[in-house]
Structure formats: C-alpha cells, structure tokens
C-alpha cells in the first residue's frame, strides 16, 4: 500500500456548481479526517469518521458540506453550490487508531478552484 | 486545545543542524507535543511526538523543556529536502479529541 490517495488532484470548477472529491486511506485505518488549507495557512479540521460513523464536524463544515464514509473505506467530500470561498486544499488523512500517540497520514490534496 | 507559538520563518546552511522552537506556555499534563512538516505540494507528514523525555527517530530529534512550556525540533543535518514548513501541535491524549489543530508554522530555508 502507497498510502492515502486523493482525486482528483486538482478541480476547476464554477461558482454555483457542485463539485465532490474521494479519498482512499491506508488499508485497515479505520480513522479517517479530513482538512481545508487556504494559501499561508496551516491545515483546518473539518470532520472525522471512525469506520463509516462521523464522530465530529468542525462550525466550518456549513450545511453546503456533506461526507461520507460508506462501508468504512474510502470516503467522499461534496460541496454544494460552490462559492469562491471554498477555494482551497482540501487534504485527507488516515490513521490506524484513535489518540494522540498515533500520527494521521495525510495524502496529497485536491486543489480547488471556484471560478 | 493549548495554543502553540513559531516562528514565522527560519534560514539555515545545509548540512548544518537546525534548531526549531515552539512555545507553548499554557501545556497541560495530559498534551502530547506533535510535529508535523509540509514540503511543498503535498500533504503535511508526521516528524515526531513526545510527552515529557526527550525523544529521537531517524528523522529528528524532540527536546522538551523541563517545565514543558517549550520544545525544540532538531534535524541534525539539513538538506535540502528539509524545505518545508514545520509544524508543533499539541494533542491532549483524552480519546475524545482526534483532530489536530495547525497554527501557521516555521517556514524552513535551506541555503546552498
């Protein structure tokens, strides 16, 4: 396994338009997070999944925003009626267990661009 | 979750050691100090953890202050694949808080 894959890498997308990203964690990490990076920024949480439960949403995950987990594995992001504010990264992570001694890993990102 | 201090930016000489501060004054007994670094185009990537002794791994080593009001992230030897932006987070070990939560980071410059 090659770690946490995310796609597309990159989307350009319409002001108005939905758009939805997926991301494929490492193998048998049942924790699953993800993020939003705008540019000079470090990494904001979003939400969190324990296999195909979502234990927490941040107040930034507006009600445009929905994730997924089905069946524990991989994971989708959907943003509805995109405004040009959620132009961002928007980073998955994984991790084997819960609590602080485990790190996330953390894949490459989907940029998103709202036109 | 306890507020951690950087600084913004720092240069360093390759093959030089690097010395990487973090203030975080208002630690309590159960945070573990995290540090996590970004290189350029990618996801941020785990470096190192300690709780109150001093930790090393083959990436670099975590010096926490007696008081563990401050560490400092050490890469012994820079390169130039060391570019990237560092991160100190706290996580406080309660299984109820999974999320980490990024400040702005050092920024790290490696000179030719």
């Known amino acids: 396994d090659t770690g946490v894959s995310q796609n597309p890498r990159h989307k350009i997308t319409k002001r108005g338009q939905n758009v939805t990203f997926r991301c494929d964690p490492i193998s048998e990490h049942n924790r699953l997070y993800w993020y939003r990076q705008t540019l000079g920024q470090g990494p904001e949480f979003l939400t969190y999944f324990q296999n195909e439960a979502q234990l927490e949403k941040s107040r930034l995950l507006s009600d445009r925003f929905s994730a997924e987990r089905p069946k524990g594995s991989f994971s989708t992001l959907e943003i509805q009626r995109t405004e040009q504010g959620d132009s961002a990264m928007y980073l998955c992570?994984?991790?084997?267990?819960?609590?602080?001694?485990?790190?996330?890993?953390f894949g490459p990102g989907t940029r998103l661009t709202v036109t | 979750d306890a507020k951690t201090t950087q600084p913004n930016s720092m240069e360093s000489n390759e093959e030089e050691p690097v010395h990487l501060p973090c203030n975080h004054s208002?630690?309590?007994?159960?945070?573990?100090i995290h540090w996590y670094r970004q290189l350029p185009s990618q996801g941020p990537e785990y470096v190192i953890h300690g709780l109150t002794s001093n930790v090393n791994n083959r990436m670099a080593s975590l010096a926490i202050a007696e008081d563990r009001k401050s560490s400092t992230l050490i890469l012994h030897r820079a390169t130039l694949r060391d570019a990237a932006v560092y991160y100190c987070?706290?996580?406080?070990?309660?299984?109820?808080?999974?999320?980490?939560?990024f400040g702005t980071g050092t920024r790290l410059t490696i000179i030719p």
């Open positions: 987070i706290l996580r406080d070990f309660d299984f109820g808080n999974e999320k980490l939560t």
């Open positions: 208002t630690i309590s007994g159960t945070d573990y």
């Open positions: 992570a994984s991790s084997p267990i819960r609590g602080a001694t485990y790190e996330q890993y």
